[in-house]
């Protein structure tokens, strides 16, 4: 049975709508949940989550430093008891700030266990635990995910590892979370391969290990169909840290794997800004490359630090930045069963419980605003229409030729000849149309 003692998110007032012009730093000014945009409430185009793991479960510990962040529920001798105050906690903070959805990873929710099987009854435990509080609230899961990366088994990888008896042990961990993710009614499953890379070639079969997570993830999508689970497989690409080359590096080279192993039409990606910078990209060139080949799923959202080198997963506060992301998200087509899961972290000396509310008011504030902004840049159609105009001679008939395969080289090259043609370049009006984004920024 759920306790009813209160925990350190319960003082707190639900924190509402008041518009911009609110002086409540505990109110949204932008995240109107049903105001309709593009056709549908805000809410659903952007679906925030918030993430257990980085709200519940971080201490501060740095690799320099030991916890700052101190919460009753790991201060708690029984393990299981700590995970039960836990979860108490997390559901008055997801009432708080009245987001619909929460993801987590199976060490978030429960302790590991002495061993495999005890872990595995923690874990079902606990999700019969969340189920039952899920009843009474008014949040759901937007995924859920295995953590097969921290403890020391899974130092060489999980799926990758050189030992099967740990991709066996992992296969099975990954086995249970995709069942409890459906039995609490999860929206999607994610498979981040934390450590599934390699640190030196020296020691690695690359040909192997990509064959090793080819496998596990046809295994996945098996167990999706075989359990009738309706939402979508995710992977998170991310190229480095902790290991040093990891194998879902970005979009493009995940897509790559997926079609080499036949899994492109039944995965989706789960893409995070912070990892998309750290590859060398924007978020919004990785949202639309996941887009143009049908990858999108769903958008861990963050921000790293231009003068720091690692995965910072900060709240993001950039409003033209966001509402670039936003943008492709709307030319993609939307999230579908994904959402903006807060993949992000109070800094170390944000010690206070109220800290991690002003974060999260901050963050999906400035998501809604972003994409009331990117919806307007649609809606205006100037935009839209410099690129269609831009691409305009391609709708002509002997452009569509030359792309429908009619035409050879050798033919293509005799009427160019021919025509003796002389195209006349073009000014890609990159200024004008950056100005026309940011005047109208609001
Ligand atoms: C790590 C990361 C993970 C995944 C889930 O960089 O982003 O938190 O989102 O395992
Ligand atoms: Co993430």
């Given amino acids: 049975m759920p306790t009813s003692a209160p925990s350190i998110f319960s003082s707190f007032d639900v924190v509402h709508y008041e518009g911009p012009d609110t002086q409540n730093s505990l109110a949204y000014r932008w995240y109107d949940a049903d105001r309709i945009v593009l056709g549908k409430p805000l809410q659903e185009h952007l679906r925030p989550a918030i993430a257990y793991w980085h709200s519940l479960a971080l201490t501060g510990a740095d690799p320099f430093g030991s916890a700052t962040i101190d919460r009753p529920w790991m201060r708690e001798q029984d393990a299981m008891t700590g995970a039960r105050m836990k979860a108490d906690a997390a559901f008055d903070l997801f009432r708080v700030l009245g987001v619909p959805f929460f993801t987590f990873h199976d060490r978030d929710i429960t302790p590991e266990g002495a061993d495999l099987n005890s872990g595995l009854k923690n874990l079902h ?115 480095k840290e902790p290991t040093k080359h990891q194998y879902d590096f970005d979009v493009a080279t995940v897509y790559a794997f997926l079609q080499h192993y036949g899994l492109e039409h039944e995965v989706k990606l789960n893409i995070e800004a912070n990892h998309a910078t750290l590859a060398g990209h924007s978020f919004e060139h990785e949202i639309s490359m996941a887009a143009t080949f049908g990858l999108l799923g769903s958008l861990d959202i963050n921000r790293g630090d231009l003068l720091l080198g690692w995965d910072t997963d900060q709240f993001p506060n950039n409003l033209l930045d966001t509402t670039l992301a936003m943008y492709e998200v709307i030319r993609g087509g939307g999230l579908g069963t994904g959402g903006l899961n807060f993949d992000a972290k109070i800094r170390r000396q944000s010690i206070e419980s109220e800290d991690l509310i002003h974060a999260h008011i901050g963050g999906i504030d400035l998501c809604a605003r972003a994409f009331l902004n990117a919806a307007k840049l649609v809606e205006g159609k100037q935009l839209p229409e410099v690129v269609e105009q831009r691409y305009a001679n391609w709708n002509e008939e002997y452009a569509q030729s030359m792309l429908r395969g009619n035409l050879s080289l050798e033919a293509i090259a005799a009427d160019a000849e021919k025509k003796n043609l002389n195209p006349k370049p073009r000014s890609g009006r990159q200024e004008w149309i950056e100005n026309l984004v940011t005047r109208s920024l609001f």
């Fill in 125 to 239: 435990e606990m999700a019969d635990y969340l189920e039952e509080k899920m009843q009474g609230a008014s949040v759901g899961v937007l995924w859920g995910t295995a953590n097969t990366f921290a403890h020391p088994r899974f130092m060489a990888g999980a799926a990758t590892n050189p030992d099967p008896e740990v991709f066996a042990f992992s296969a099975t961990t990954v086995k249970h979370c995709m069942d409890v993710t459906k039995q609490l009614n999860g929206q999607n499953y994610v498979l981040w391969g934390g450590r599934e890379g390699y640190d030196t070639l020296l020691n690695t079969s690359l040909r192997r290990e990509l064959d090793q997570l080819g496998r596990f993830l046809n295994l996945v999508v098996e167990h999706k169909h075989k359990i009738g689970f309706r939402g979508a497989i995710l992977m998170e690409p991310k190229p």
